[in-house]
């Protein structure tokens, strides 16, 4: 189950529970199966020590008198404490609150005295409001204490559609969720609470699975292999397409370098640079694979090379300059009907002008966008959560949709979404960003469909980091590429 892209938001978790009841699996069944999986969890994790069991109102509630009684026949020392009147637990619950026999007590700051272990059955990735009140002060002193603390489905305070903190959040050392993760474990904040992620099957059969309509996913390998470029041993340079990548001046030339380079790396059969003529000096002395081509605003030159139908894929943005001449090469990239990256100065050069981009963008069909948070927030007039964000925004552009970040969501205009889950912190550097928009670009110029292209990009750039490590800079990150492609390749193969 781990290795599923598939996430499932909270209402598709409420449906999988529902389908596997109308097959015949009772419900007590299933939240016997949860409980269980989250006491081996435990039981293979920590040793044996006093567990404090924080049992909330519903079924969540209910996985927590499951483990507590599974870790008790087990001969730890276990106690629930309670939120509420015991009587408020129904159905399910109820029976799984009836079959404990241990000892019970009201949840309150002083039951965790003497505690080694604290499990987190509050509320799971359903709750419906801000934490506060009894909870959120037991919650806070077992985080003062810094007790490990296990949560089951999401640590209590964090949103499962989101990653949203309501009120305030426990932080777990592991969350035990239950089939398929779910948004808000991937989400910032909501995944710098999750610790380590262990999905447990409970017995909800596939064809449940296959009656829902999943369309976001995790940002793993299962999920874009099956488009990932492939070369046959009779393939030349031209069957792996032409990107060109379009070039800024000479102060500000590196980000088009850094692009260029990547996406050769990332498999481009050619790349060449467009760039101003005075600027041609430090582009053809510092690129040796990648061609340069020079042109001078006002002249015919950069709309002869967007006529080469060679060139089958375009990057505009990285190191360009903000303004109307930059805009006025995007239209002109986009009307010539090829497939186009826009990143940084592209993107922001339309914040005024955003319709004239995105009915552009819309026909063209062909588009990626890779805004960061600052230039996403100028382009589109869009609040909400992360997620609901790009989605909103790929539909209202008819482009995918790259928002960066260390937690990058990619959204197609078709729903589709996934989310990096793995973005180490060392991406957070000059020029990160342009190699990302490279990346993309060469596996997009050997036709992997956009989408599919976006998030291969994104999972491969944050591999290339981890695989160097500390004092990383962005040249490094195209270096890296061929020992992540030699692993992902023996992972396919």
């Known amino acids: 189950m781990d290795d599923d892209p598939g996430l499932y938001t909270i209402a598709q978790m409420r449906a999988a529970d529902q389908g596997a009841i109308a097959t015949g699996i009772p419900g007590i069944e299933l939240m016997e199966n949860a409980g269980a999986a989250v006491a081996d969890v435990i039981q293979r994790t920590f040793p044996s020590a006093k567990t404090v069991v924080l049992v909330g109102p519903g079924n969540n509630g209910g996985d927590g008198f499951v483990a507590a009684r599974r870790l008790g026949s087990a001969g730890w020392p276990v106690e629930v404490a ?11 619950a109820a029976i799984a609150r009836d079959r404990w026999e241990g000892r019970t007590v009201p949840l309150e700051p002083s039951v965790i005295d003497g505690a080694g272990l604290v499990i987190d059955a509050l509320f799971g990735a359903g709750l419906t409001k801000p934490i506060d009140g009894m909870a959120a002060s037991v919650l806070g002193v077992v985080a003062e204490a810094g007790i490990p603390l296990v949560a089951i489905d999401m640590p209590s305070g964090i949103d499962g559609d989101t990653g949203a903190i309501r009120g305030m ?41 296959r009656s829902l309509d999943i369309d976001q996913f995790a940002n793993r390998p299962a999920l874009w292999s099956g488009a990932f470029p492939r070369r046959g041993a009779s393939g030349h340079k031209y069957d792996h397409g032409h990107a060109l990548v379009l070039g800024g001046g000479m102060a500000s030339s590196g980000a088009a370098r850094l692009a260029a380079r990547a996406a050769l790396r990332a498999g481009a059969g050619l790349v060449t640079v467009a760039c101003p003529a005075s600027a041609l000096p430090v582009y053809a002395a510092s690129l040796t694979a990648v061609m340069v081509q020079p042109f001078s605003e006002g002249d015919e030159r950069f709309a002869d090379q967007l006529g080469d139908h060679r060139r089958n894929a375009i990057l505009l943005g990285p190191g360009s300059g903000v303004g109307d001449a ?168």
């Open 169 to 209: 959040a426990a932080r777990a050392e592991i969350t035990v969720s239950f089939h398929r993760a779910k948004p808000g474990h991937f989400l910032l904040p909501g995944r710098d609470h999750v610790g380590r992620l262990v999905i447990a099957d409970i017995g909800i059969p596939d064809a449940v699975d």
């Open 326 to 493: 930059l805009a006025a090469k995007v239209e002109a990239s986009l009307d010539a009907g090829k497939s186009v990256v826009l990143d940084a100065d592209a993107l922001t050069s339309f914040a005024t002008k955003r319709e004239r981009l995105f009915e552009r963008t819309r026909r063209n069909g062909r588009t990626l966008l890779t805004p960061h948070e600052g230039e996403f927030s100028r382009l589109f007039n869009i609040e909400s959560d992360k997620l609901s964000r790009a989605r909103a925004a790929a539909v209202v552009s008819g482009a995918v949709v790259l928002l960066k970040g260390a937690d990058t969501v990619i959204a197609a205009p078709d729903g589709r979404a996934s989310i990096l889950t793995e973005a180490p912190p060392t991406l957070a550097t000059a020029g990160s960003g342009d190699v990302l928009a490279g990346i993309a670009l060469g596996l997009i110029t050997q036709s992997m469909p956009i989408f599919e292209a976006a998030s291969a990009a994104a999972w491969l750039h944050a591999e290339a980091a981890k695989a160097f490590g500390h004092g990383l800079i962005a040249e490094d990150l195209a270096d890296q590429l061929p020992g992540v492609f030699t692993m992902l390749y023996k992972e396919l193969c």
């Open 82 to 92: 309670l939120l509420g009147d015991p009587d408020r637990l129904t159905g399910d």
